[in-house]
Every structure is written in C-alpha cells, then in structure tokens.
C-alpha cells in the first residue's frame, strides 16, 4: 500500500530533550516536506528536500532541523524542544513530474507535547 | 511572497445545500492552487488542483473550483452537500517559479446539518 508513516504518533517530552520523528514513504517521490498545523492558523511548511541532500527552509524552520539521505526518509529533528513547538506535525511527500505534479501525499500525523 | 486567505473558519450548511468556501491568494507570479480536506483525526487528502489550462477544475467528491484570475480567487463549491462533507476544507497555493514552497489557508470547518 502506497502511504506516508510518521512515528511516533504522540509524543509528550520535556523541554531541552532532543527528539526525532521520522517520516517514511514508499512510493520513491523525490519530494518531502514537514509542516506544522496549529489552530486558527492552517499549516505552516517547515522544510522541504527536492531530493537526496537537497534541503529548504520553509516558513518556520527555526528550532528544526531536517536531513534527506535517503530518498525515502525525511526526518525532522528537534535539538532543544520549546513550549511553543507543541504542534501536530506531518509529513508530506509528492512526485516532481507527471500527471501527480505538485500533488502531496500526507502522512497521519504526530502530536509533539512539550512541557 | 504569496499568500492564502480563507474567508470564514467555519461554514454551516444543510444537507443538500450549496457548499461554497472561499479562497483568495497573493502572487507575483502564476500561482499553482489547490484544495485539501481533513477529517477528523487524519491527514490532508488532496481535493483537486489548478496547474495550468481549463480555469474550472473538477475534484474529487463532487467538489470544484474555479480559478480567477482578475480576482485572484479559487473559491471551491460542490451543489449538494451530503454528511460525509463534513470535515475542514484548506486552500493552498505554490508559485509556478518557486516549486517546493507552500502557502496553506488558515482552513474552513464544514458542518452539515440534517
């Protein structure tokens, strides 16, 4: 089955405590992309990878990192977890061509809780 | 820099009503424009998109949306809405210049009522 997994779904830390969730998909797009949704204000992309080593910040990268070695993993890292990164994250992906141009496939989500 | 603004966080509508949300967008160069659904507890889905070509664009679901230029809109409507409509409706936006970034709408919360 072709999909996006995210793990962990929930996670509840503590401030400070570097953390990773990771995205995976199975359909060898060559694009992915994290975002954050909050209430009232829609998702806010992250980061994105074009491909293998190729990475761009979004419209609120900072306190994330991202690494793209892999075509088909696309982990978001947080070295020191804030507050105000509790969020529902998720991960996109997407082809660069064809007739599935610019469509992205979501992953399911994961709920950060930072204390 | 483009934008996206959804007028309305939440819409009511009876079954079989229109369902209309609206959506207009800023950019400087032609946009690529698109709308997602969300159900409860799940992902986004993608509904239908504009690239390039015919301006009304037929989705999934029963839903479309027409892309106007001159109003900078691409507002999404479906004549009928049935129950399973239920769910929040969010526009976004990429410019054909710049493919990877991603613009998303402040998202619509549909209701529908017997």
């Known amino acids: 089955e072709a999909q996006v997994t995210q793990n962990p779904r929930y996670l509840i830390t503590v401030t400070g405590k570097k953390l990773t969730v990771t995205c995976s998909q199975n359909m060898n797009h060559e694009y992915m992309s994290w975002y954050r949704q909050d209430p009232g204000l829609g998702l806010r992309q992250i980061y994105y990878s074009m491909n293998v080593e190729v990475t761009d910040k979004g419209d609120v990268p900072e306190g994330y990192k991202v690494s793209r070695k892999e075509k088909r993993n696309f982990p978001l890292i947080l070295e020191s977890p804030s507050p105000n990164q509790t969020s529902l994250y998720f991960c996109?992906?997407?082809?660069?061509?064809?007739?599935?141009?610019?469509?992205?496939?979501f992953g399911p989500g994961t709920r950060l809780t930072v204390l | 820099a483009q934008s996206v603004t959804q007028l309305g966080s939440h819409v009511s509508v009876s079954e079989g009503a229109l369902v209309l949300l609206r959506c207009n967008y800023s950019s400087s160069v032609p946009p690529y424009l698109f709308w997602y659904v969300q159900y409860p507890n799940q992902g986004l889905q993608l509904l239908l998109k504009y690239t390039t070509g015919a301006t009304l664009v037929k989705g999934i679901n029963g839903f479309e949306a027409e892309f106007k230029k001159s109003e900078t809109s691409f507002h999404l409507t479906k004549p009928s809405a049935h129950m399973s409509d239920a769910a929040e409706y969010f526009c976004a936006v990429s410019e054909s210049d710049s493919w990877g970034k991603f613009q998303f709408g402040a998202g619509t919360q549909v209701v529908v009522t017997p």
């Open positions: 996109a992906s997407s082809f660069l061509g064809g007739s599935s141009y610019n469509e992205q496939f």
